[in-house]
């Protein structure tokens, strides 16, 4: 079985346990891909939030495409809320997988 964790965090914490949700699913005997969406925060915005350094902790995970999703067996997604919603980068890394218009 083949099993996508794709993430998206500011501050570290959804990559933390994005990192232990596929260490469970190895566990099982999945094969598992960790990734994280496009940041669509700037430098500066990010710094200003003070997630710099945090950001760089999981700089090294590759970024999510749309045929990650379509590639493995099942799909887990981690995302922080803001006002009882996704991140805006998790919910333009989802909206590029519909048709516009």
């Known amino acids: ?5 794709i993430f998206h965090s500011v ?3 959804v990559w933390k346990m ?3 949700i596929a ?3 190895k566990e099982a005997g999945a094969a598992v891909k960790v990734l994280q969406v496009k940041e669509i925060l700037s430098d500066d915005i990010i710094a200003k ?5 945090a950001k760089k902790a999981f700089a090294h995970v590759p970024v999510a495409t749309i045929d ?3 590639e493995p067996d099942a799909v887990i ?6 006002f009882g919603n996704m991140s ?3 919910r333009a890394f989802l909206d590029a997988t519909g048709a516009s218009g």
């Open 1 to 5: 079985m083949k099993v996508n964790v």
């Open 11 to 13: 501050y570290g914490h």
């Open 18 to 20: 994005a990192e232990a």
């Open 23 to 25: 260490e469970g699913a």
């Open 49 to 53: 939030m003070g997630a710099t350094e």
């Open 68 to 70: 990650d999703l379509s």
């Open 77 to 82: 997604f981690g995302t922080p809320t803001r």
């Open 88 to 90: 805006a980068s998790m």
